[in-house]
């Protein structure tokens, strides 16, 4: 039962242009997410966090959107570089757990074409 | 400052061979984490520690997986008895144990492959 749910398993998109990365979750106990970035070989580097009681933060070209209705949220990239070509994985962490243990989603790899 | 740091990068091993994997958080942080991350999946949870203390190990599939961390720092992660089933990406990763800190830091991963 996939808790945290990325459909998207690809994403291809020209440079300089905006990536937009889905992910939606299920368990309502959730209130705070991430966004974690992975190159080949590498493990995952944080990338940009929300917590629920914000609908949107932004840091340089990152921006996560939280619309907790729908329980969704999207990372945007603006503007797209080769660079940030690279598997994008969203988790969520229950605050009221015992040990903010993170759920991630399957990720999606982003492929940004010169 | 140096990151997490984690041992073997790679290992192969025989089905039936007793496995051990190494973990150096960041200096000073409170808590670690265990993740399997299987081919095209997202890192599941394994087990949590807190310093010495192991409040969780609910995700460890069975009893042949054993983690410890004795002294609060580095952490050890050993499967008895491997199984194919067991070939996976194994991450570690740490953080600072703050209230409100949920941001983790993972190390790059061992590659294990049980033949």
């Known amino acids: 039962d996939q808790q945290v749910k990325q459909n998207s398993p690809s994403l291809s998109v020209q440079e300089g242009r905006i990536s937009i990365l889905n992910c939606d979750y299920t368990?309502?106990?959730?209130?705070?997410f991430l966004w974690y970035k992975k190159y080949p070989a590498e493990g995952p580097t944080f990338l940009i966090s929300?917590?629920?009681?914000?609908d949107k933060n932004e840091d340089g070209r990152f921006t996560v959107f939280l619309n907790k209705s729908a329980k969704h949220l999207s990372l945007h990239i603006v503007p797209s570089q080769p660079g940030d070509s690279a598997v994008y994985f969203c988790?969520?962490?229950?605050?009221?757990?015992?040990?903010?243990?993170?759920?991630f989603g399957k990720g999606t790899l982003l492929t940004v074409n010169p | 400052g140096a990151g997490v740091s984690q041992s073997p990068r790679y290992k192969v091993a025989k089905r039936g061979q007793d496995v051990a994997l190494r973990c150096d958080p960041i200096?000073?942080?409170?808590?670690l984490f265990w993740y399997q991350q299987a081919l095209g999946q997202g890192p599941e949870f394994l087990t949590y520690?807190?310093?010495?203390?192991?409040?969780?190990k609910s995700g460890l599939p069975s009893d042949r997986f054993f983690a410890e961390r004795p002294e609060g720092s580095v952490s050890t992660l050993k499967i008895q008895r491997t199984q194919q089933e067991d070939s996976a990406v194994y991450l570690c990763?740490?953080?600072?144990?703050?209230?409100?800190?949920?941001?983790?830091?993972f190390g790059p991963g061992t590659r294990l492959t049980v033949t």
């Open positions: 520690f807190q310093n010495e203390a192991q409040l969780d």
């Open positions: 929300i917590s629920s009681i914000k």
């Open positions: 988790a969520a962490s229950d605050s009221g757990g015992s040990n903010y243990k993170l759920t």
């Open positions: 990763a740490s953080s600072p144990g703050l209230a409100g800190s949920y941001e983790q830091y």
């Open positions: 368990n309502s106990m959730f209130d705070y």
């Open positions: 200096s000073g942080h409170v808590s």
